[in-house]
């Protein structure tokens, strides 16, 4: 009797024990369906770093990459005026609390502080002072890579692929 008692126990316990490794299997798959490009592929020549950013399934193009050394995700936004920069994040970031302004985002007009990144980086391509926003509508943790940035790259689109070269 204790042994049957016993081996229930053990099996409810591998049960458990299964469960959560598959559900660290997928929460796994599922982040790099969102983001594939958590280390992007980046490439030297002829003096042009390149980065390749391959599509998430929705089809945006989602980076690993860094700002004042701290690691961030960006969502590519060419729809973006600048860099925004998720309020919350500022600290965390090394980033200061400028003038404030206006803008008129797809969400409508907001309030935000201006700021300025130091060192923005995705992959081995690295831009110095980048005009950004702190937005304080932003709950998420991902950043809004705009054209503040992505003015001082070339970049080109090739089936489910973006190419980033540094000019």
Same mark, same amino acid.
């Given at each position: 009797?204790?042994?049957?008692? /016993?081996?229930? #126990? /053990? ?6 024990? #299964? ?15 969102? !983001?594939? !490009? ?20 929705? #089809? ?7 700002? !004042? ?17 998720? /309020? ?37 391509? @690295? ?13 998420? !943790?991902?950043?809004?890579? #705009? /054209? ?8 080109? @689109? ?10």
């Amino acid at each position: 009797m204790q042994q049957s008692k /016993m081996g229930k #126990g /053990m099996l409810i316990v591998a049960w458990i024990i #299964g469960l959560g490794l598959l559900t660290l299997l997928f929460d796994d798959q599922l982040a790099k369906q969102f !983001n594939p !490009n958590v280390e992007p592929i980046s490439s030297f020549s002829q003096g042009v770093q390149e980065v390749r950013l391959k599509q998430n399934r929705a #089809g945006h193009y989602v980076s690993g990459g860094a700002i !004042n050394g701290q690691p961030v995700v960006f969502l590519l936004d060419t729809g973006a005026t600048h860099v925004s920069v998720p /309020m919350h994040l500022a600290e965390q970031l090394n980033l200061q609390k400028g003038r404030a302004s206006w803008v008129q985002t797809a969400n409508g007009r907001l309030q935000v502080a201006q700021t300025n990144i130091q060192r923005l980086s995705i992959g081995d391509i @690295q831009l110095d002072n980048v005009r950004a926003n702190l937005n304080p509508g932003f709950k998420e !943790n991902e950043i809004l890579l #705009g /054209m503040s940035a992505l003015k001082q790259l070339e970049f080109s @689109q090739k089936g489910e692929w973006l190419i980033l070269r540094n000019l």
